[in-house]
C-alpha cells in the first residue's frame, strides 16, 4: 500500500545519511534531501583524484562530508539511512553490520516505489524493457497524460515526487539490480522475458528470478501483472500472482483466457482484449520480438489508450537508439548498431528481424552466462566477427558446433570494422550486436554503439 511522502519527511528530517555511489540517480539525491536537513555523507570506491575539481568544489559548496578509494566502505556506520546505488549488492557484508546497528537500506527506487502519489507502471525483463518501457511512455503522453519517465531510463524521479500528483503516470524501466530487496511493487508489472543474465552479478540464475519476482510480489487484487505466455520462466509464474493476470502471445496456437483478456497474433495481425488493432506489417519497427514489446506495452494501457492512438504510435515508432539501429549505407553495405543487445537471446532476437544472412560482430564483458543459444542463429550469420573479453569462448561454441561460418578474432575495435566493411560483398549487412556487456571495453552500451557509429562515419569519409 502507498505511503504519504509527509511521513518520509518527518522520517527523514535531520537524520544521518549515507550515500553510496555518485551514479546518475544519487547525484540528484544528495540536493533533494539536503532539504530536509539531512547530514549526508558521500562514499565511492573511486579515489579523489577521480573526481573533477568542479565536482569537488561542488561537494564542498553543499557541506557534505565524503569518503574515496578502496576501503570506502569501512567507514560505514552509525547512519540512520544508507541509499546505495544499484550496482552494489544489497547483503554485503558493510551493508549487514549497518542494519543490526538499526540503519535502514534503501534506494531512490524503492522511496519512489512506497511514496509516489501517482499510478506507477514497472517493466522488467532479460531482453526488451527499454522498447517496451519506451512505448509505454509515449502512448501515455500522446494521449495527453502527465508522464514520468525513470529507472534504467529517463531521469531520477524521486526528486520530483512532490511535483506528482494522482493523475499522473510513472513509468519504470527496473533492472534485477533495482529490484533486489525491494518490498513495494509498481500497480501494473510487466515481465518481457527471463534468459540468463547478470550471472556475474548474481549468485545464481535462482536469485536472478527471485529478484524479477518482486515487481509483482507485493501487488494485491486491484494491481496488474502483464506476463509473456511464449517465455516458461515467466508462464511458471503464473500461480505465485495474487493481482490481475494478463497475457501475451505470438504462438498460433493460444489459450480462451489470453483472447478474451490478453494480446495474441492471428494472421499477421495483433489483437488486443480480442479486438484487432494492426497489422504486424504496418509496423515500422520490425521484428517479432518488438511485437511482443508493443503486446505488453498496450495490454498495460488500455482502456486509458485509444485503438486509434495505438494504430498511428505503431506506424511511426522507429525503436530506441542502439537497438537494431540502422546507421548508413556505404558502397551499398549496410550498417546496423544493435549494441544494447548483452546476451544472447537478444542477439537471436535481432537476427531474427534480416531475411538474409549478416556479417555479425559479437563479444564484449563476461556476465558470466551461456553462449550456446547463440547456435540457433547459425543460418542468420554470414560470417563472424569477434572481440572483448568472451571472445573465445564464443568462438569456442561455434567451432564445437559448426564448420560452416569463418570466424575472425580482433583485439581493436576499429581494425575489426574497417576489416569487415573492407571484405564486405555488396549488399552484405554489417550488424553489431554483441550477445555481451560492454564494460571491458566501454564505459556502457551507448559509448560502444556511438563509437561504432563514429567509425562507420569515418570509413565514409574516407571514400
Known amino acids: 500500500m502507498k505511503q504519504n511522502f509527509k511521513d518520509f519527511k518527518a522520517n527523514i528530517k535531520n537524520k544521518h545519511v549515507a550515500i553510496v555511489g555518485l551514479g546518475i540517480s ?16 558521500l562514499f565511492d570506491k573511486k579515489n579523489i583524484e577521480e573526481f573533477t575539481n568542479y565536482e569537488i568544489k561542488n561537494f564542498n559548496k553543499l557541506n557534505i562530508k565524503f569518503v574515496f578509494g578502496k576501503n570506502y566502505l569501512n567507514y560505514i556506520n552509525n547512519f540512520d539511512y544508507i541509499f546505495k546505488t544499484p550496482s552494489i549488492r544489497p547483503d554485503i557484508y558493510e551493508f549487514e553490520n549497518a542494519k543490526k546497528n538499526g540503519c535502514i537500506i534503501t534506494s531512490e527506487i524503492e522511496e519512489l516505489l512506497k511514496y509516489c502519489p501517482s499510478k506507477i507502471y514497472g517493466v522488467t525483463g532479460s531482453d526488451g524493457k527499454t522498447t517496451t518501457t519506451t512505448i509505454l511512455y509515449n502512448l501515455f503522453k500522446i494521449s495527453g497524460y502527465k508522464t514520468w519517465l525513470g529507472g534504467n531510463i ?29 518490498t513495494v511493487s509498481p500497480d501494473v508489472s510487466i515481465i518481457t522475458n527471463i534468459s540468463p543474465n547478470h550471472l556475474d552479478y548474481h549468485k545464481d540464475m535462482n536469485e536472478y528470478i527471485e529478484c524479477k519476482k518482486n515487481i509483482f510480489k507485493f501487488q494485491n487484487e486491484s494491481n496488474t501483472t502483464i506476463l509473456n505466455d511464449d ?57 517479432e520480438h518488438n511485437l511482443s514489446n508493443f503486446a505488453a506495452a498496450i495490454l498495460a494501457t488500455i482502456p486509458e489508450v485509444s485503438s486509434s492512438t495505438i494504430k498511428e504510435f505503431a506506424k511511426n515508432f522507429s525503436g530506441v537508439k542502439h537497438r537494431n539501429e540502422f546507421v548508413d549505407t556505404i558502397n551499398n553495405i549496410h550498417f546496423y ?113 556511438d563509437t561504432f557509429k563514429n567509425i562507420v562515419k569515418s570509413i565514409k569519409a574516407s571514400k
Open 231 to 287: 517465455c516458461e520462466n515467466t508462464k511458471s509464474f503464473e500461480n505465485e500472482i495474487k493481482s490481475r493476470i494478463r497475457k501475451f502471445s505470438l504462438k498460433k496456437n493460444v489459450s480462451s483466457e489470453i483472447i478474451e483478456n490478453g494480446a495474441y497474433l492471428k494472421d499477421n495481425e495483433l489483437y488486443v482484449l480480442n479486438q484487432r488493432l494492426f497489422s504486424k506489417n504496418d509496423m515500422k519497427i520490425k521484428g
Open 154 to 182: 529517463g531521469i531520477p524521479l524521486f526528486e520530483k515526487i512532490e511535483q506528482m500528483n494522482e493523475d499522473h503516470k510513472v513509468v519504470l524501466e527496473l533492472s534485477s539490480f533495482q529490484l533486489m530487496n525491494t
Open 337 to 449: 548498431n544493435d549494441s544494447i543487445a548483452s546476451s544472447p537471446t537478444r542477439t537471436l532476437a535481432t537476427l531474427s528481424c534480416f531475411d538474409r544472412k549478416v556479417i555479425l560482430i559479437a563479444g564484449g564483458y563476461d556476465k558470466n552466462i551461456s553462449y550456446t543459444p547463440l547456435i540457433n542463429g547459425v543460418n542468420k550469420i554470414k560470417k563472424l566477427y569477434l572481440i572483448g573479453s568472451t571472445k573465445q569462448k564464443i568462438y569456442d561454441v561455434f567451432k564445437k558446433y559448426t564448420s560452416d561460418i569463418e570466424i575472425l578474432i580482433f583485439d581493436d575495435f576499429k581494425d575489426l570494422i574497417f576489416h569487415a566493411y573492407n571484405n564486405a560483398k555488396e549488399n552484405d549487412i554489417i550488424l553489431l550486436s554483441p550477445a555481451s556487456a560492454s564494460f571491458d571495453m566501454f564505459k556502457n552500451f551507448e559509448d560502444r554503439g
Open 26 to 41: 544519487n547525484t540528484p539525491l544528495i540536493n533533494f534531501l539536503l532539504k530536509f536537513g539531512c547530514k549526508i555523507t
